[in-house]
Each structure stands twice: as structure tokens, then as C-alpha cells.
């Protein structure tokens, strides 16, 4: 499977961002899809996940309530919807795929998309 984020961009805080994920190639209904992020000098956090058959999500406490990851089996492809942004959402996400909802996290990833630029301003 291969992953192709996009979407990210300079906001400022309070304001919107919806990032999107295409995968192409194989991919298994069993599989989870997520999206993680990066700051400077920091490491790699998870901030949500979401499995292809059910749609099930879970989010980083960090990012619930703001941030809704949603998929479109069709399009083969996962969104990160992220409302009222906060300077400290400023990283480098990433799309991942997984094999399971359990080895969603960073060690565990099988596919990472190239990561997308988001900036809040204060």
C-alpha cells in the first residue's frame, strides 16, 4: 500500500484544517488507518486512528473534541477533519497504515504516507 497525505497548510488558531489520506495499492478491510504528528525537536505522537470495516475511531486526549478522523471506503482514502486549532498543533502529520488497531503506533506502522505541514499562528 502506498499513502499520499495532503491538505496541510498556515492557519491561525481557531481556525480549520482538513487533511486528507489516498492509499493505493492493496490494502485489507482489517487494517487501520491514522494519522501522527511531529513538532520540532520532538518525537512522532499519535493523534488518531480509524479501522477501514467498522469505522471505529480513537483520538490522543490532546486532539479530542477538535479533531474528527472520518474514511471514504470508496475513495480509498482517510480524513483528518481538525477545528479550532492551537499553536500547539503545529507539527509535520503523518498518514500510517497498519495491520491492526493495535499496532497503531509508531513502531508498530506498516506504511507511512509523506508528511504534510501544519502551522498555527497565534
Known amino acids: 500500500v502506498q499513502l499520499q497525505a495532503s491538505g496541510g497548510g498556515l492557519v491561525q488558531a481557531g481556525g480549520s484544517l482538513r487533511l486528507s489520506c489516498a492509499a493505493s495499492g492493496r490494502t485489507f478491510t482489517n487494517w487501520a488507518m491514522g494519522w501522527f504528528r511531529q513538532a520540532p525537536g520532538k518525537e512522532r505522537d499519535f493523534v488518531a486512528r480509524?479501522?477501514?470495516?467498522?469505522?471505529?475511531?480513537y483520538y490522543a486526549n490532546s486532539v479530542s473534541g477538535r479533531f474528527t478522523i472520518s474514511r471514504d471506503i470508496a475513495k480509498k482514502t482517510v480524513y483528518l477533519q481538525m477545528n479550532s486549532l492551537k499553536p500547539e498543533d503545529t507539527a509535520v502529520y503523518y498518514c500510517?497504515?497498519?495491520?491492526?488497531?493495535?499496532?497503531?503506533?509508531?513502531?508498530?506502522?506498516?506504511?507511512w504516507g509523506k508528511g504534510t505541514q501544519v502551522t498555527v499562528s497565534s
Open positions: 480509524i479501522t477501514w470495516n467498522l469505522g471505529t475511531t
Open positions: 500510517a497504515a497498519a495491520r491492526s488497531v493495535d499496532l497503531m503506533k509508531s513502531d508498530g506502522v506498516h506504511t
